[in-house]
């Protein structure tokens, strides 16, 4: 399984739309919002540079796992490589847990560009503030890496490319990737996965304590996501 894991990773950054919407995308769209936001000087308790570092931070993690990750499952599926796979000693959950391990090692160098940016733009934090946004950024990475592994078994291979874009904009709207959401509709909207990954990454950012709720929430996420990609491997295993 672990050399499964390396020709994944291999495979992921070799890869033209890693390259394009994990990389180059989300870096290109901090600079387009902090100009936007030009005459506004904070958002959610810091400043702009700040708040759309952890943003875009956060969006190219998301799309390497639903753009990137659950486009490449759909396609294995249909030219019989995950099928080819089963015939070998890879034990059961080893397509799926290579799959979670590949993307999570994928979303570390997104990380780290929007972070250069960042700090070209401006943005001053501590050594260890660094390092605590990386790494809760890079873990919590792993609860869409997990998703991305159930939107690609989520339908049909011909049918599942529309099913991941709606999904992956609809997260990124309710966010807040793109603006802040405020009002009644905030309440709502700060309960979604991408709005408590945001939530946490500005925890990190800015030291405030987070919310025993907040945690619970992301853990019960990672635990669904987890657990719905485990059912639909399992079952697209059952009717292959």
Excluded: C, H
């Amino acid at each position: 399984m672990t050399t499964l894991i390396k020709l994944e990773i291999l495979r992921v950054l070799r890869n033209r739309r890693y390259l394009v919407f994990t990389l180059i995308l989300p870096a290109v769209l901090y600079t387009v919002m902090i100009g936007a936001y030009g005459t506004v000087d904070s958002l959610a308790g810091v400043s702009v540079k700040a708040y759309f570092m952890v943003s875009m931070a956060t969006l190219g993690t998301v799309s390497a796992s639903m753009t990137t990750n659950a486009t490449r499952i759909a396609l294995e599926r249909k030219s019989g490589w995950a099928r080819q796979l089963r015939l070998t000693a890879l034990p059961g959950y080893g397509y799926v847990v290579a799959k979670i391990a590949s993307t999570a090692a994928a979303t570390l160098p997104s990380i780290l560009v929007v972070f250069a940016v960042g700090y070209a733009e401006g943005v001053r934090l501590a050594a260890s503030e660094w390092l605590l946004l990386g790494l809760t950024l890079w873990l919590g990475g792993f609860v869409f890496a997990a998703l991305g592994v159930a939107l690609g078994y989520s339908a049909a291979p011909d049918s599942i490319q529309p099913i991941i874009m709606i999904v992956y904009m609809l997260l990124l709207m309710l966010g807040g990737t793109y603006f802040q959401i405020t009002g009644s509709f905030g309440d709502v909207a700060k309960w979604t996965p991408v709005a408590l990954y945001n939530q946490l990454g500005r925890v990190a950012q800015t030291g405030a304590s987070v919310g025993t709720g907040t945690i619970a929430a992301v853990l019960a996420y990672a635990l669904a996501f987890g657990a719905l990609a485990a059912f639909l491997y399992q079952r697209d295993r059952r009717e292959s």
